[in-house]
């Protein structure tokens, strides 16, 4: 008989339990076996040999068996000894795997930070190659011996940790909120200039929150107990539990929450209005219990599933948190939700950085001179963009004198002009006129070219740069120090 792909439980197992944790808040929802799990349908596989092995995240056993009559596909959770916990410490990292030949780096797999990441790369002449848009994987022309994956920011730190990647770029509070402090982890270049942003903690505009402006403010607040905890929403639990922990905060709860964040927070005014609202309807239907509970639910519907409690207005919160740890850019959401930041609560500033991982650094072959040549590009990329060569021509008796008027002004360049002759179209140097090149920054530009003419400077030509290499990249030698080498 042909075998079958058949999902057999434990003995004894319980039926599937399925979790959600919203505003703190645990629900559960079981889904009971089926009576007659034989009427469900059978796979059948070709007799050849099959080695199967469950996801990570499956949980169900699977089992390659003849087939006998009768048989049913049934599925069972594994037992509960066997359930993945999630760990607030680092997990264990992986030996680096000596079969691999490639330096495999990750990339952000999709959003305004992964175009943000290939733009700068192709600035730089490292220009991404990926055949299928579709696929994950891809290379990059220049560097023969590197491979690129895109991965989801957060599972690029993992994966530089468990010793799958070599190098990435993520922003900064990736980095710190899931590499946990892990020292495997090392920051390259700390500041690609782009994906600016900061991770704040923000309050409430209104109540009790109107006189709160600094950290320490919040701090001292009476309204905080072991009972009645300072409820924080956020998706950097990690970064903001040390935060407050070591800013004094006693007694804090964290609400785990991925976006929106801005809405948990009580509003006085959302406030006011359902009390009104409840008022009212008491009024209109009477002081029934059941009218009570009608009015209740109906509220509660109305003012997007919270609950009105009117026994402790107004000074109960009606939000599902006190305040938020969220990243910040502008700060134009957090006023159009009636938050505000308060002095002291930036937890940390943050912006794309690349990193690397030191066992890979030290032990995979490839990895240091693949560092070496990114972080020489992008240091060399990243000064010159914002630098412009400026040449112009210049009346002079010699080299010097005009060597030495350039330099009175603010447009020396990097080490100082570089003066040269100018040639006259007989091929004979022409004793009056010499070439000028200086390096100005971009938001100087006029400034300079008004110098220029000043000091007898005419026909400006003005050109982007695309590198300015120094003798020694000062990250490159601070790299070498860190790894001891």
Known sequence: ASPLLILT??????PVSFHRRTCGQLHSHRSHQPPKMSTMLAARVAPTPVSLSPSPMSGFRFQLRPSPPGSALSLVPRAASSATAVSAKPAAVAPVASDRSVVRIGLPSKGRMAEQTLSLLKSCQLSVKQ????????????????????????????????????????????????????????????????????????????????????????CKMSEWTEERPLRVVTGFGYLGEKFLRENGFKHVKFLSADGALESYPPSVEWTCTTYLVY??????????????????????????????????FPCVQMG??????????SGTTLRENNLKEIEGGVVLESQATLVASRRSLHKREGVLEVTHELLERLEAHLRASSELMVTANMRGSSALEVAQRVSQTS???????????????????????????????????????????SIGGSGVLVTKLTYIFDEETPRWRNLLTELGL
């Open 320 to 329: 599902m948190a006190d305040a938020i740890v969220d990243l910040v850019s």
């Open 9 to 14: 439980p434990p003995p004894n197992s319980p």
């Open 131 to 218: 055949v299928n848009p579709r696929q994950y994987t891809a290379d990059i022309p220049l560097i023969p011996n590197l491979e690129v994956w895109f991965q989801r920011p957060k599972d690029i730190v993992r994966k530089l940790q468990s010793g799958d990647l070599d190098l990435g770029i993520v922003g900064f509070d990736i980095v710190s909120e899931y590499g946990m402090g892990n020292d495997d982890l090392v920051v390259v270049h700390d500041a690609l200039a782009f994906g600016h942003c900061r991770l704040s903690l923000a309050v409430p505009k209104e109540g009790i929150f109107e006189n709160i402006n600094s950290l320490e403010d919040l």
């Open 411 to 453: 447009i020396c360049g990097l080490q100082g002009p570089t003066v040269s002759p100018v040639y006259s179209t007989d091929g004979k140097v022409d004793v009056e006129y010499y070439a000028i090149n200086v390096v100005v920054p971009q938001k100087l530009l006029y400034k300079s070219i008004q110098q220029l003419r």
């Open 279 to 312: 008022l009212d309807l008491c009024h209109i239907l009477g002081q029934t219990s059941y009218a009570h509970v009608i009015i209740l639910f109906c509220c509660a519907i109305a003012m997007h599933r919270h609950l009105v409690m009117l026994t402790s």
